[in-house]
């Protein structure tokens, strides 16, 4: 079983080429896939994912199997490139890379310039013809095996740098000359010594092996596990591992490196995008150690900036590499993320891969290729990830308010966000646990501040540039963010900072715009987004494709407004204990609860009743032609009843009943357990008066609305937490009965239909019983999810964040439906009503509902609707579509 393949340097037969991504990870299928298509790629090897899984399972010492393969292959890079590994004359150096199946930037690990040693330096000195170069890819060596494979912490290494250019008189880094890195390596592998008790590995192969051994490891870090569990990565899928020849960008001022993208990946904006170095090496544009400089001239006129583009300064490398451009995104059809390096004018491709990009862009992107014909609409569709739909349904900054603007960075992600000052990632995450929004500002961001950027509402960094981690994380993640913001300056030990001229500490709030890097004092009013242009026109292709209707959860005609113009096509559920909630009509809620027999519980219902009436009007009005389903009342009464003892005296004052006898009848529904309490429709066969009000309301409305404009709506009345065929048959007898009397009273008819939530499983089994009585199933997936796995819906958050890390559940239950598991019951209740019943609705009103993965399986098992909250609605219409295609 081989678990190394070659490419580059002519390799066929045994090439990468032939291995997809889940074996030879993203980044080795894409140079095996560049190299096979004629592009320069420095020829390499990948060891592959099975056997970094492997090695995490089993630990311990790779095989003899594995390592003559690894000896094979590395004779490949050695007759492709006439070097030997190891050779003091003129030694082959190697990169050592990881490479998921999906890319994870930043989160895993890599050791350039591997080969050299005290002997080998010299030969690259000799050979190259450039002893800078050589001591300095030495020095560049040390410190990052050091920091990677030996676990020294790099700030030794930099501090040493710093110290060394002080003591020299320096500024950057490119005033060192040979013996100034020469010196610094001998410092560098003094500080190994001290630290360890043992000398920088000289053996090369020793070096090669404690690489790869570090790659793999890091699939298990921190960081790494945290970016998985944010992006829905498993766990198991393991990382393989690039080894490669090196290619030299800091060979001096003809040899440069740069990150580029053939489209603007903030905006989608058809131009290609990066940042380049002169003299360096790859790290040092993505750590943001020097700021790198434009690309393209026009983008650095636009900017404003001096130093020459690459456009400029190398036109040959540069017409080259704007081929290679065209033809990847030819090949991938897709917006491609390279990484370049040009070795004394030659340019080398590193890596490409589909970039990732801010929801705007990937709509821009997707329209505009359909328009030049590089994909179809379909593939359109499929492109864009729905959940990222999320970043264009918020709020952007006013355009009309006024900016106390304090300094302007890069607008390295855009959107707006508003937050208190926090200078650290663990003080984020603590301060946004407690519902605090924050904004997390740091000189520069590393893969450590993943879960902080996550916790925070926005992103400012002092360096880094467009293409720095931060930008591509908070790109990646949806934040907005603004990096190099060179007038920030932060004092940690104060935990203050300083932003252009303004003095700052944490806590304070400040506002970013992401769109043009503009950060600003306080808080900066926004306004409603519009849904228009590339978003309406995805939007209406997503609309052909899907089968499934998208309808909304709301009860106020504000959120029904608001979904019909995200595009509801009627409600799923509309939750009526919500209208109870209302303070205008709490006391009489309260009197009904409280009520000590039928006749006190009408008398406060009489009460509710208009209301209600006035409630369903305004939705049915706002819904006009369109279905809508409404549930009479589900949760346990107590919700309702007062806490406070100011509560209980307002309530005795207003309904004339002493504060003594409210209590003691509050404590009589006290429940051990309410969720399988006195609640759902156990409410109405104990109390039919509450839904007998409830249907009241909901027929005399549309006869109202029919009346007034002859658009007749069509309620769907939903009987929640049934649990068996009786139930549902003496409710719905109720509804009947009451819909006839308003029919008789109104001198009119409605259509409308009865039916029920499945969310028990006794429910799920005997749902072809229950068909009988019900022309519609809903299922209630929250309940269901909570009976099915024993697991409290309130209650969950507390252990279930190690269950999904445990991977005992792939994701959580109440946000990804349970397929598995509550899927058999969706599945079986869905064919078993639809045996006795064939043209049963079928919809859900769970939370998965406006969830892509639950909304595919919904599609699989011929659901006709999925309803979701208003803010979800464009997402569920966007998976429905991907579900069907
Ligand atoms: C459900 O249980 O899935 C449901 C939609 O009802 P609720 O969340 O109101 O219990
Ligand atoms: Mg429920």
């Not at 060192?176 to 010594?193: D, F, N, S, T």
């Not at 605090?436 to 880094?464: F, N, Q």
């Not at 715009?513 to 849904?531: F, Q, R, S, W, Y």
Request: hydrophobic share 40%; glycine share 10%; with cysteine.
């Amino acid at each position: 079983n081989k678990q190394v393949y070659t490419f580059g340097g002519g390799a066929r037969d045994d090439s990468a080429r032939s291995r997809d991504k889940t074996i030879v990870g993203g980044k080795g299928a894409n140079l095996a896939e560049m190299a096979g298509i004629g592009l320069p790629v420095p020829p390499g090897f990948t060891i592959t994912t099975e056997e970094c899984v492997r090695y995490l399972a089993e630990g311990g010492d790779f095989s003899e199997s594995l390592k003559a393969e690894v000896q094979a292959a590395l004779a490949h890079i050695e007759a492709a490139v006439g070097k030997k590994f190891g050779d003091p004359a003129d030694p082959l150096l190697v990169s050592v890379r990881s490479g998921a199946r999906v890319s994870m930037p930043g989160m895993m690990d890599t050791v350039l310039n591997l080969g050299l040693n005290d002997a080998t330096v010299e030969g690259l000195a000799t050979s190259s013809g450039d002893p800078r170069f050589a001591w300095d890819s030495y020095r560049r060596f040390i410190q990052m095996y050091s920091d990677v494979v030996l676990g020294l912490d790099h700030h030794l290494f930099e501090d040493a740098l710093e110290i060394a250019k002080e003591d020299n008189g320096f500024y950057a880094d490119v005033e060192m000359e040979a013996p100034h890195w020469q010196a610094l390596v001998r410092e560098y592998k003094g500080i190994v010594e001290s630290e360890l008790g043992r000398s920088f590995p000289q053996d090369p192969h020793e070096q090669l092996w404690g690489a790869i051994r570090a790659v793999f490891d890091s699939w298990d870090s921190d960081r790494a596990k945290v970016y998985r569990r944010l992006n829905d990565i498993p766990g198991d899928w393991g990382t393989a591992v690039n080894v490669q020849a090196m290619v030299f960008g800091n060979m001096g001022d003809t040899s440069a490196t740069g990150v580029a993208f053939t489209r603007d990946p903030a905006t989608g904006e058809k131009a290609y995008y990066g940042e380049w170095l002169v003299n360096a090496q790859g790290e040092d544009v993505v750590a943001g150690i020097r700021t790198p400089q434009y690309l393209t001239k026009a983008a650095r006129e636009r900017a404003g900036a001096k130093p020459l583009s690459m456009e400029e300064a190398m036109p040959a490398a540069y017409a080259k590499l704007a081929g290679v451009f065209e033809l990847l995104e030819k090949h991938y059809r897709d917006m491609q993320d390279i990484e370049f390096t040009v070795e004394r004018g030659k340019l080398w491709m590193l890596q490409t891969r589909s970039g990732k990009r801010t929801a705007k862009a990937a709509l821009k992107m997707a329209v505009d290729m359909v328009a030049e014909g590089l994909i179809d609409e379909a593939t359109a569709i499929k492109r864009v990830d729905p959940m990222a739909l999320d970043q264009l349904l918020h709020p952007t900054l006013d355009p009309s308010a006024t900016r106390d603007v304090l300094a302007r960075g890069l607008p390295a992600s855009p959107g707006a966000a508003s937050g208190a000052i926090v200078l650290d990632a663990d003080t984020a995450e603590k301060r946004a646990e407690r519902g605090e929004a924050v904004i997390l500002v740091r000189v520069e961001t590393s893969p450590e501040d993943i879960h902080g950027m996550h916790a925070a509402k926005g992103i400012l960094t002092a360096r880094g540039g467009m293409t720095s981690h931060a930008a591509v994380v908070a790109r990646g993640m949806g934040r907005p963010c603004v990096s190099g913001a060179s007038a920030v300056s932060i004092d940690m030990a104060s935990r203050t900072l300083k932003i252009g001229q303004r003095e700052l500490k944490e806590g304070d709030i400040i506002t970013l715009d992401g769109a043009n890097g503009d950060v600003m004092a306080g808080k900066v009013p926004t306004i409603e987004p519009e849904l228009v242009g590339d978003f309406g026109t995805l939007m209406a292709w997503a609309d052909r494709h899907r089968r499934m209707k998208v309808r909304t959860n709301a009860e106020t005609p504000d959120d029904c407004r608001m979904a019909r113009q995200f595009g509801a096509e009627g409600i799923g559920l509309c939750r009526t204990e919500h209208m109870f909630f209302d303070a205008t009509r709490i006391s009489a809620v309260r009197q009904m609860i409280l009520a000590e027999d039928e006749a006190g519980r009408r008398a406060a219902l009489a009460k509710l009743l208009p209301e209600q009436r006035a409630d369903f009007q305004a939705i049915f009005a706002v819904m006009a032609g369109l279905p809508v389903t409404i549930r009479l009342l589900d949760p346990p009464l107590h919700e309702f009843l007062p806490h406070s003892e100011a509560d209980f005296t307002e309530l005795s004052e207003a309904i004339g009943i002493g504060v003594d006898t409210l209590k003691r009848r509050a404590g009589e529904l006290h429940e051990f357990n309410p969720m399988l309490g006195h609640r759902g429709c156990r409410l109405g066969i104990t109390f039919p008066e509450i839904y007998e009000m409830q249907a009241r309301a909901i027929f005399e409305a549309a006869c109202a609305v029919a009346a007034e404009s002859g658009d007749a709506p069509v309620p769907e009345v939903m009987i929640p937490l049934v649990a068996t065929r009786k139930e549902l048959t003496i409710l719905k007898a109720l509804v009947d009965r009451t819909a006839e009397a308003v029919f008789a009273e109104q001198g009119r008819r409605i259509d409308y239909l009865v039916g029920t939530m499945i969310e028990l499983p006794r429910a799920a089994l005997m749902a072809g019983e229950i068909a009988e009585d019900a022309t519609f199933f809903s299922f209630g997936t929250n309940d269901l999810t909570q009976t099915t796995l024993g697991v409290s819906r309130d209650d969950a958050a507390r252990f279930l964040t190690p269950y999904v890390e445990q991977g005992i559940y792939p994701r959580d239950p109440f946000v990804s439906l349970d397929i598995e598991g509550v899927g058999q019951l969706v599945e079986l209740a869905a064919e078993r009503g639809r045996q006795t019943r064939g043209d049963l609705k079928l919809g859900i009103c769970g939370e998965h509902g406006g969830d892509p993965a639950s909304i595919a399986f919904c599609e699989k098992v011929g659901l006709d609707y999925v309803s979701a909250s208003p803010y979800r609605v464009p997402i569920a219409r966007l998976a429905a579509a991907q579900a069907a295609l």
